[in-house]
């Protein structure tokens, strides 16, 4: 119940931690008194944009399969699922990396290239968070017995399931957060 009520009241901070990113946008945006907030050279590469989202996506929808595999209690479909997130979430990390290096902008480049960076960075720090969290729970279960696999207190989907369901609801949150980020900030010109 504890871990419920604290990713819920995570997941309302990182909302309303966000909100100041939007907020700078549209303010930036409409304040525009020199024309700079979005100079015709600080067009943020899409293609970047869309790979770091399918991998954003793509790492919440495996994990999602992956959570709903850890009721039977064996572990296995477990343990790939929740590999396979922590794959592309890390996926997700090296192309927001990479799309820095090949930026043809730097953050003093008008309104719009400082709320890029600073959106995008804060959310690679929260998306490498939880990607941290898949990775402990992966490892959890790794290190977890197959003697203890059954429905007593020591089996794996005992101990793991509350820990992954308050990830979910941090993920889900964050890939609304990814979203948002994209129109805003690839799409909206």
Known sequence: RNLAVGAR????????????????FFYLRALNTNHDFHPAHTNPPTGWGVAILLCVLGSTAVFELARRALDDGKGSPWRIGALAALVLGLAAVVVQCVEYYNLPFGATDG??????????????????????????????SVRQPASAAGDGVGAPSAQLRPSADALAIYLYVLVLVELFAFVLLYLVK
């Open 9 to 24: 009241l995570l997941a309302s901070g990182v909302v309303f931690f966000f909100m100041a990113f939007v907020f700078a």
């Open 111 to 140: 309104g719009l290239a400082s709320v890029f960076l600073g959106f995008t960075v804060v959310f690679g720090v929260f998306w490498l968070g939880a990607v941290y969290w898949i990775e402990t729970l992966w490892a959890q």
